[in-house]
């Protein structure tokens, strides 16, 4: 019965390990399921800029006037504002 006892005993040794590389794994579970947030593609304050950038360009520095299309960049303004009296022929 002696051999028997010695078996009982490594089995025992090894127990201990297992357990504790179970919990090390469940940590790591926890960290991804942290970091598996989604993202998103485009951010709202990039979006805002672009919007900014396209209203500035429809805006008339003479009459700050915001046209629904982009103002000529050989002007520098409005149509309105580079020729008034065109306006009043028309
Ligand atoms: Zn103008």
């Known amino acids: 019965m002696g051999a028997g006892d ?10 201990p390990r297992r357990s504790s590389s179970t919990s090390a794994v469940q940590v790591a579970h926890l960290y991804r399921v942290d ?3 989604p993202v998103r593609p485009m ?4 979006r805002g800029a672009l919007a900014l950038a396209m209203l500035a360009r429809r805006t008339c520095p003479k009459c700050h ?3 629904g299309y982009r103002l000529p960049a050989s002007l520098g303004m409005s ?3 580079a020729c008034p009296d065109g306006q009043r022929a028309a």
Not at 6 to 15: E, L, N, P, Q, V
């Open 6 to 15: 010695g078996r009982a005993t490594s089995g025992r040794a090894g127990h």
């Open 35 to 37: 970091w598996a947030k």
């Open 43 to 46: 951010p709202s304050r990039k």
């Open 65 to 67: 006037v915001i046209y």
């Open 79 to 81: 149509i309105l504002c």
